[in-house]
């Protein structure tokens, strides 16, 4: 089958990282660890696993970190390769072991991606697993599969930038005919953003600062309203089509990221702050947001959360953090911050019920409390990689947010 498959060799890891730096266009170039090529189908581990027949792929801001080899080489530790990119999915189960229940032949899905102890089959599992937050698997490097965080990390399941990947039973999700593909391709970041408003539901008194104006940005803010939650959101995005996609999915107010500290003053103004300058460098706010939810993961984006957060409040890193270099770590200290990372999802309470996030997701989609598909802006074919990756790292002309991968038969969807 064709895929688009990573191996980060050292040579290949030192010349296009060298390259890149004058020309983007080597990432996926011929020495790059990014290669677009034929493979052999990955097998069912098990009988209780199924084979997904690819519908769309979506690109993720984490792929994208990937492929541009600025990613923390600690996930190296806990990945196989090669492997197959991609984790967010949508597609129809072509082939299922004889244990895969009433998951059959046929049936549209979406799949959650993680890999914990229910998928490496073993029992009983691990203790974080044993209490809902396979998030946090301790058992991730073992099993019958090899080493990988999720599919599209894992050599031996594929992923969602080939043809076709295998999933166990237990990360399959049916879909009903209310969802559409477009909403079923965002259940998985939308998981991601429910995620932590679940964890620590801000009050409707609070006010919610989202940076970032990306998928995971509008995620943030619509899930805050489908979860009805009243707060005010103040929404810092790069671009205007972002701030517009915000308002439109429930921010109160947009703020145009600018040079510096550029921003400051307009944000000190919603939260009545009071901004005090320095001998040197970005200015210094007294007061701030109630909570702010990172979304970027950039240096630059960490330290505006947490200038920009009141004293005892609350920033949480939903951004992909790496190395962070520039950042200074003086409020965190001096206001007293809660700093808390959030990574994916797991099983949540929520007005008294207990379900999978990514089942919070679905259900909230399915019933329409929320409309996700415009953030789908572009499909391209496999085999249009290229145009498929210069579009979504270049969202200042592209004014992409999402874009997905298509089979090779849906030529001519391109948009």
């Known amino acids: ?53 690819m519908t769309l792929g979506g690109i993720c801001g984490s792929d994208l970190h990937t492929i541009h080899l600025d990613a923390s080489p600690a996930l190296s530790a806990l990945s196989s390769f090669p492997f197959v990119i991609g984790h967010e999915n949508v597609g129809v189960i072509a082939e299922a072991g004889r244990g895969a229940g009433a998951l059959a032949v046929g049936r549209r899905v979406t799949v959650e991606p993680t890999l914990p102890c229910a998928a490496r089959g ?50 399959v999700f049916p879909l009903p005919d209310d969802i559409n593909d477009e909403n079923a391709l965002m259940a998985e970041p939308l998981a991601c953003a429910i995620h932590p408003i679940v964890t620590y539901q801000p009050s409707d008194r609070d006010t919610v600062l989202v940076i970032g104006g990306g998928v995971i940005g509008q995620c943030a803010i619509a899930a805050l309203r489908a979860a009805g939650i009243g707060a005010r959101i103040i929404a810092l995005v790069k671009y205007p089509f972002q701030g517009e996609m915000a308002r439109r999915l429930g921010a109160s107010d947009v ?19 009071v901004l005090r300058r320095p001998m040197i460098g970005k200015r210094v706010m007294i007061g701030g947001a109630d909570v702010t939810i990172e979304c970027v993961g950039s240096s630059r984006s960490i330290d505006d959360a947490l200038a920009l957060t009141r004293p005892g409040g609350r920033v949480v890193i939903l951004g992909l953090a790496s190395f962070v270099s520039g950042v200074d770590w003086t409020p965190l200290w001096l206001k007293e911050l809660h700093v808390t990372g959030s990574y994916i999802y797991r099983w949540e309470t929520w007005q008294g019920r207990r379900a999978r996030t990514m089942e919070l997701a679905l259900d909230w989609l399915a019933r329409r409390v929320l409309d996700l598909s415009p953030l789908v802006t572009h499909r391209f074919p496999l085999d249009e990689y290229s145009r498929a990756l210069q579009t979504a790292m270049g969202k200042a002309s592209s004014q992409a947010f999402k874009v997905a991968f298509v089979p090779a038969s849906s030529r001519g969807m391109s948009t």
């Open 122 to 171: 073993f029992e009983p599992p691990c203790a974080n697993c044993a209490r809902g937050d396979y998030n946090l698997c301790l058992r991730t490097t073992d099993g019958h599969v090899s080493p990988g965080l999720m599919i599209g990390a894992c050599r031996d399941t594929g992923g969602s930038w080939g043809e076709n990947f295998v999933a166990h039973r237990s990360q």
């Open 1 to 53: 089958m064709k895929a688009l498959t990573f191996n980060p060799t050292i040579p290949r890891f030192l010349v296009t990282k060298l390259v890149s730096r004058a020309r983007r266009e080597a990432l996926w170039g011929p020495f790059a660890p990014l290669q677009f090529r034929d493979i052999r189908e990955p097998r069912l581990p098990g009988d209780d696993w199924v084979r997904v027949r």
């Open 255 to 273: 703020v145009r990221l600018r040079r510096g500290d550029g921003h400051y003053a307009e944000i000190a103004d919603l939260v009545r702050g």
